[in-house]
T-cell receptor
């Protein structure tokens, strides 16, 4: 069975500080991977997607970057946090090529002060 | 405007009653997925449909196979544990490439009361 793990569970960070959020998928090789962001009380917005190791595409510009250093790992980061980065970050994967069905991790709650 | 319009934005049900949530799409969609988000924030996939209907216990979902412009989620015999925020998310039929991008609705906050 596939499992998806995100770390950390929650972060409180200062404006201007760096950030690194991680996501690992076990039990599935070469999945498509995605990062989504959800403002408090809001809807979800796709930020990045990756179809293979080392390849990441940006969907919206939020002064964030993403990397896929391993087949099962997806990293979201920034060197300087903004207040607007606060929210809930979810990692997701899709099972098959040609099928949009996605499965989400437990998420990381980020508070920027 | 929004590609995915979800209604109602909030819904209160008594235990044992039935109701339906709906998503309208401003463009033709290839597929739709329904999720429930719990209080912790976890998104649980309920259904994925490329066409037709699917049923799981007290939940049933349909995706308009003709026009592909709306989907519904029916809740039968609502229970307290059904409370949460329900999202629909759809894939644009005209989206190209390898990004299976889901566009989410704004959600329906469902509260089931005894």
């Amino acid at each position: 069975a596939q499992t998806i793990h995100q770390w950390p569970v929650a972060e409180i960070k200062a404006v201007g500080s760096p950030l690194s959020l991680g996501c690992t998928i076990k039990g599935k090789s070469s999945p498509n991977l995605y990062w989504y962001w959800q403002a408090t009380g809001g809807t979800l917005q796709q930020l990045f997607y990756s179809i293979t190791v080392g390849q990441v595409e940006s969907v919206v510009q939020l002064n964030l970057s993403a990397s896929r250093p391993k087949d099962d790992q997806f990293i979201l980061s920034t060197e300087k946090l903004l207040l607007s980065h606060s929210g809930f970050y979810l990692c997701a994967w899709s099972l098959w090529r040609g099928r949009a069905e996605q499965f989400f991790g437990p998420g990381t709650r980020l508070t920027v002060l | 405007g929004d590609q995915v319009e979800q209604s109602p934005s909030a819904l209160s049900l008594h235990e044992g009653t039935d109701s339906a949530l709906r998503c309208n799409f401003t463009t033709t969609m290839r597929s739709v997925q329904w999720f429930r988000q719990n209080s912790r924030g976890s998104l649980i996939s309920l259904f994925y449909l490329a066409s037709g209907t699917k049923e799981n216990g007290r939940l049933k979902s349909a995706f308009d196979s003709k026009e592909r412009r709306y989907s519904t989620l029916h809740i039968r015999d609502a229970q307290l544990e059904d409370s949460g925020t329900y999202f629909c998310a759809a894939e644009d039929e005209n989206s190209g490439g390898s990004n299976y991008k889901l566009t989410f609705g704004k959600g329906t906050l469902l509260t089931v009361t005894p």
